[in-house]
């Protein structure tokens, strides 16, 4: 079974500018979450979808959004990019929503902001 | 509010020899904990977790970790490291599918 994919893997943009971060979870998957992961801070969650719709929400501002298609594919944007969101961007999926249940990560997209 | 923490940024061991990286954790209610390891230009690998039931559990790789409720503690262990082990690794709270991370413990095995 494929895994978590992440397109693209790194990507280099200028302040200001917006971004567009895809993520494709493993067949069967309906949850996908994302985080955020750098040096200062470590990981830190984003947001979690689970049928097209944003369950849980972590501590970011409203530049940071996210939508799930009805394939479980998602995609997170971030909006008038700053320095510090220079970043390895984690997509990670799991089988159900409720409960424990392990979540598996993609390779991540390494987000430079210049 | 949960947490875990991780008290050593680096753990260095010798090939061969025992390996253990700390974790402890606050949470309300049970704890779902989880350990994840990070290999270079790599995402998160799951490694194991504890939901209830038995205080030792066994995971990937040879790594087990034992849950301590009275000390509020998980630690990793293996019993014979090998460099192949050298990565980061991150122990985690699981809350509403939420999870939240340790400061992640760089463990350097050397031959």
């Known amino acids: 079974k494929a895994g978590v994919t992440q397109t693209p893997r790194y990507l280099i943009k200028t302040r200001g500018q917006q971004v567009t971060l895809s993520c494709s979870p493993i067949?069967?998957?309906?949850?996908v979450s994302w985080y955020q992961q750098t040096p200062g801070q470590g990981l830190q969650f984003l947001f979690e979808?689970?049928?097209?719709?944003?369950?849980n929400k972590g501590n970011f501002p409203g530049r940071f959004s996210g939508r799930q298609f009805s394939n479980s594919r998602s995609e997170m944007n971030v909006s008038t990019l700053e320095l510090g969101d220079s970043a390895l961007y984690l997509c990670?999926?799991?089988?159900?929503?409720?409960?424990?249940?392990?979540?598996?990560f993609g390779p991540g997209t390494r987000l430079t902001v210049t | 509010a949960q947490s875990v923490a991780q008290p050593e940024d680096q753990v260095n061991v010798a090939e061969g020899n025992p390996l253990t990286v700390k974790c402890t954790y606050s949470?309300?209610?049970?704890?779902?904990l989880f350990w994840y390891v990070q290999y270079p230009n790599r995402g998160l690998q799951f490694l194991l977790k504890?939901?209830?039931?038995?205080?030792l559990v066994k995971g990937s790789y040879g790594f087990e970790a034992e849950f301590n409720k009275s000390q509020t503690s998980f630690h990793l262990k293996k019993p014979s490291a090998l460099v192949s082990d050298s990565a980061l690794y991150f122990c985690?709270?699981?809350?509403?599918?939420?999870?939240?991370f340790g400061g992640g413990t760089r463990l350097m095995v050397k031959p």
């Open positions: 990670a999926s799991s089988l159900l929503v409720e409960g424990p249940y392990e979540q598996y």
């Open positions: 067949s069967g998957h309906r949850s």
């Open positions: 979808y689970f049928s097209e719709t944003q369950r």
């Open positions: 949470v309300s209610g049970n704890p779902y």
């Open positions: 504890y939901i209830t039931g038995d205080n």
């Open positions: 985690a709270v699981n809350y509403g599918n939420m999870l939240t």
